[in-house]
């Protein structure tokens, strides 16, 4: 394998999909995803921590009564994540965030898939003008023109409420309540394909401007960060989860305990959705619900349907993520040229562009971007 450095647009394309999993069932079969199912989460975290998210590896978050969940970066190594204990299986996420400050100090509202389909939001430290919003169909990283810019007032100063909503036909980021980019799934295949598996959802902050990242994740990032500067903090005040189960909100499943690949395919029609406490209770398979969406976009835009031109001419963003202590049982990779398999998972390095990770020797999170070629 070998290293090479691109230019910042390519490169926070090209690195944005998140890269790892612990059992892909695209490849082998893989313990069903505990599903969310019909409770609607709702977490205030400024009245403290909630077991729903379990804490990532070498993660510390101090909780605050105002501004709520605090993720800190003092230094290049530190990256403060929480996934989620169960999955959602389509569905609507509200979070309600400031971003962190800093050149190079990147935010991030994430859901992703076994099979590494994601749906991303992310911030970067320095831009005070725009958010960045990003998906990716099983990993795949051959095409890097899915991401796309969205204006918003003063992310790190001002509270907003970040949203995704997730359907079999439709996916739309929200702001405030305002729909700002949707994407149709008029079911193109590869890396255009729509995301469309049961998802995790992460909420994290890291550092892309570091040392000794490539040039090109740096000038993404909008240049080394200056530790002098800091500490940088974002806050997630709150954060609102329904799981539709397999439908569009309105038709599906009245319930679901887990999710179920059928077969290897990684298609949401191959999702069995499992209500009761075991897979041996009441199962039933998702349908299409009554209302498909129609292909409006052409193919080189995936169906991508900006509510505004974009003020930057970059396309996509990085959103990488450590892997999670307890989820992984304390599996790591090494920042060289390949990652490593974990101790009972695996590490999926699928397409050129590859996020390398290692955790530091006091178990922080390490990450650096390469291409992998």
């Keep these: 394998m070998q290293i090479k450095t691109i230019t910042a647009l390519a490169f926070a394309s090209l690195v944005s999909a998140q890269t790892f999993t612990e059992c892909n069932p695209t490849k082998k079969t893989c313990p069903n995803d505990k599903a969310v199912g019909k409770e609607i989460i709702e977490i205030d ?4 921590k909630d077991t729903f998210f379990k804490n990532m590896i070498g993660t510390t978050i101090n909780y605050d009564d105002k501004l709520g969940a605090v993720y800190t970066i003092k230094k290049e190594t530190d990256a403060p994540t929480v996934a989620s204990s169960r999955f959602i299986f389509f569905g609507q996420v509200d979070v309600t965030v400031r971003a962190a400050f800093g050149k190079g100090v990147i935010t991030s509202f994430v859901l992703q898939s076994d099979d590494l389909d994601e749906i ?13 919003t990003n998906y990716f169909s099983q990993g795949c990283t051959e095409t890097y023109d899915r991401g796309g810019f969205s204006t918003v007032s003063d992310p790190q100063n001002e509270w907003h409420t970040y949203t ?11 702001i405030d309540g305002q729909v700002v980019r949707t994407l149709k799934n008029d ?5 255009s394909a729509y995301p469309q598996t049961p998802m995790q959802i ?25 530790f002098n500067e800091g500490p940088f903090d974002g806050y997630y005040k709150s954060i609102r989860i329904q799981d539709f189960m397999g439908g569009d909100g309105v038709t599906g499943p009245k319930d679901a305990s887990e999710y179920q690949y059928t ?9 069995k959705v499992i209500s009761g406490t075991s897979t041996s209770g009441d199962e039933t398979t998702t349908k299409a619900p009554s209302k498909t969406g129609t ?10 349907v900006p509510a505004s031109s974009a003020s930057s001419a970059a396309d996509s963003s990085i959103s990488s993520l450590p892997i999670d202590s307890t989820l992984n049982n304390n599996g790591t990779t090494s920042t ?8 009972s998972g695996e590490i999926v390095t699928g397409g050129a562009g590859k996020l390398a990770m290692s955790i530091a020797s006091l178990g922080a999170a390490l990450f650096a971007g390469v291409m992998l070629l």
């Excluded at 975290?45 to 403290?48: L, S, Y």
């Excluded at 991303?120 to 960045?132: L, R, T």
């Excluded at 077969?263 to 999702?271: A, E, R, V």
């Design 263 to 271: 077969d290897k395919s990684g298609t949401w029609q191959s999702i």
């Design 164 to 174: 995704i909503k997730w359907t079999p036909t439709q996916l739309d980021w929200i």
């Design 45 to 48: 975290f400024t009245k403290g």
């Design 187 to 191: 079911g193109q295949k590869g890396c």
């Design 202 to 226: 992460k909420l994290g902050t890291w550092v892309a401007g570091r040392k000794d990242a490539p040039q090109g994740t740096i000038e993404w990032a909008g240049g080394l960060t200056d």
């Design 336 to 343: 060289g040229d390949a990652a490593e398999a974990t101790e």
């Design 120 to 132: 991303d939001w992310e911030w970067i430290g320095s831009d005070h003008k725009q958010v960045q």
């Design 295 to 304: 292909a409006t976009s052409t193919a080189t835009t995936l169906s991508t």
